[in-house]
């Protein structure tokens, strides 16, 4: 199953700015983050964020906050969005008007990344999580998280997948623009 724009729907994931310091390849994943977000901006792709207890782990980071004016973002004490009603309601209305792949981006991977994926593929959404976007403490989890999400039918995508799939064809305008941000 290819990803399709005009059925995707981005989730960002906890990528938090006391939380992050303390993240495996951090750089790597905000600037897979960073690109995902863009490309869902400048695509029409409806983005959601989620902040794990904003008091103890900060906004989402500075330099996403700062690309993701058409999202919406939400607080949560659960793990998983899905587990939240309140994201959970969100995301099941744009799944109502057509969107039901949701494309999963964040930290920790083998937490919230994990228990928001496999929640959302209970839910009957069809879950795409983006490797190179997704991290944990240590590699190792990240790892194991990455597996079991795959075992349990979410499948593992990378960054340049979501965004050429979006894309869908060469030569338009929209690639020429968008294609900028994998450079």
């Known amino acids: 199953m290819l990803m399709e724009r005009q059925n995707c729907q981005l989730l960002l994931v906890d990528v938090q700015e006391r939380l992050l310091p303390s993240m495996a390849g951090r750089e790597s994943l905000l600037l897979n983050c960073r690109r995902l977000l863009e490309a869902s901006a400048l695509l029409d792709v409806p983005l959601t964020i989620s902040e794990q207890y904003r008091k103890g782990l900060g906004e989402t980071e500075a330099s996403l906050l700062e690309v993701s004016e058409h ?20 995301l099941i209305g744009l799944k109502g008007s057509g969107r039901r792949q949701v494309v999963v981006a964040g930290m920790e991977a083998h937490v919230c990344v ?32 990455l597996d079991r999400m795959a075992r349990a039918g979410v499948r593992v995508v990378s960054t340049e997948m979501v965004v050429f799939e979006w894309l869908h064809v060469a030569g338009t305008d929209e690639f020429r623009t968008v294609s900028q941000l994998i450079k």
């Open 71 to 90: 999202g919406t973002r939400f607080e949560k004490l659960h793990f998983g969005c899905a587990g939240d009603p309140a994201i959970l309601f969100h």
């Open 114 to 145: 994990l228990q928001t994926a496999i929640g959302l593929a209970s839910a009957e959404f069809d879950v795409f999580v983006v490797a190179d976007a997704v991290t944990s403490r240590t590699e190792r989890n990240r790892d194991f998280a």
